[in-house]
Nanobody, 113 residues
């Protein structure tokens, strides 16, 4: 249902753009979480069907989530990346009809010099 892409290795201060393509149903809220070994999964960005976005303080001003409704895809633009942004990033989407949450397979982002 969800296919995440765009992860990779980038130097500190660099940028990456993650994408999450959805299929199968109509989704309302969508977003991204990330997880590193030994830590809880943490919310990175959310976007509603109306386009309202929300970010935690540690990514505000650096990450931007956007929604391409025609392609049923959500993007996460990550700028000024820091080593502490290194994690596996997971996209999610909430079904508009069943309210079930679907998850992508995760994409690894490594920020290192």
């Amino acid at each position: 249902q969800l296919q995440a892409s765009g992860g990779g290795l980038v130097q500190p201060g660099g940028s990456l753009r993650l994408s999450c393509a959805a299929s199968g149903t109509t989704f309302s809220d969508r977003g991204w979480y990330r997880q590193t070994p030994g830590k809880q999964r943490e919310l990175v960005a959310t976007i509603t069907s109306g386009g309202t976005t929300n970010y935690p303080e540690f990514v505000k001003g650096r990450f931007t989530i956007s929604r391409d409704s025609a392609r049923n895809t959500v993007h996460l633009q990550m700028d000024n990346l820091k080593p502490e942004d290194t994690a596996v990033y997971y996209c999610y989407a909430v079904s508009k009809f069943s309210y079930q949450t679907y998850w992508g397979q995760g994409t690894l982002v490594t920020v290192s010099s």
